[in-house]
């Protein structure tokens, strides 16, 4: 979103209340990336609300009270002072409006299963098929979207992702290398690495501070892509939503949060698929990256086949990135 530029070093000050019992205490609220952020006096993330889902509650004075779409209960008070962060929110909360595809190019499904029960009965009674539609229909942004909303889902157990203006660059380079939309290094929660729908994959803290070189990093991002191009990342949240929450999705545009909490909550418990080695030394090929230091940090029959077969053996591949660059992602929770 090419508003954020305008609005990332804004802060304002305000009252926040997580649940109706609970006492407003005085917060700091900053805008991240999707996301608005609410700390407390010390720097401390307290929540983070999705920029696509923030409500402004109806007030009579200058001053606004916003809320997460769907729990009004957690609200923000700001107050007429803090009049240019207000601007921001509201602005950015019709960026995101406008950015989305409009429901109506989905809902054109439920109007012809409504017209015609017997033909939708006939297509869409096994819910592999209604999952197979759902990945041809839905837009590129709206699976974004949803990879946006597991994104904050898992950052309540990980906290927000390492961010510096300094890292940038290395973030980027990574994920041009591996050829991946972007890379997100987490302070935590996720055991290694994610792949989320709309082409993000997550990385542990761990797998760039601990590593010499950022073969390793770009081996768990590629691995990551072939286990999204064996089962797409869309499909496994479909899949493990289930026939009723993809339909929701096909009718009306919105995935159900309890369906994205679920998810999330069974992707960071359980491990990773195993991907074969004849499956992943053509990604290491094509990426010209090698698979020797990635194998070394796994475990496995697949090990040596990794190593013995490494598509750059023998050869200097060009630097995923300069060591520079590696020094400042390497930093990047430090910040």
Known sequence: MTALSKYDRLEA???????????????VVSIGDATLVISDLNDTALTHWSLAAIERAPSEGTGATFFPDGD???????DAAEAEMI???????????????????????????????????????????????????????????IG???????????????????????LKALAGRTGVARVVILPGGVRE??????????????????????????GYVLAEKVRGTAVHPLRQVLEHAGTRATATLLTTGVMPDRALDAFAEARLANPMAFVPAEDLLPAFADAQVRS????????????????????????????????????????????
């Not at 906290?159 to 660059?169: F, Q, V």
């Open 148 to 170: 946006i909303a597991l994104l904050v889902r898992i950052e309540r157990v990980s906290g927000p992702p390492c961010r510096s203006t300094e890292a940038a660059p290395a």
């Open 292 to 335: 020797t230091p990635y194998a070394r940090d796994i475990s496995g029959e697949e090990t040596l086949d990794l190593i013995e077969a490494d598509p750059m053996g023998g050869t200097v591949p060009d630097p995923i990135m300069r060591d520079a660059q590696w020094l400042q992602l390497q930093a990047i929770c430090e910040s």
């Open 87 to 145: 601007t921001a929110i509201d602005t950015l909360r019709k960026a995101v409006a406008k950015a989305r595809p409009r429901p109506g190019r989905l809902r054109w499904l439920g109007a012809a299963l409504s017209g015609s029960a017997v033909a939708a009965l006939a297509i869409f009674w096994l819910p592999g098929a209604l999952v197979e539609h759902a990945l041809r229909v839905v837009p590129p942004v709206k699976e974004a979207e």
């Open 13 to 27: 000050t305000g009252l926040w209340r997580p649940s109706p019992t609970a006492q407003r205490r005085e917060v």
């Open 193 to 218: 690495a994610l792949s989320l729908p709309g082409g993000t994959v997550l990385l542990n803290r761990a797998l760039v501070e601990d590593f010499e070189e950022p073969d390793v990093a770009a």
């Open 72 to 78: 009004p209960d957690e609200t923000l008070d700001l």
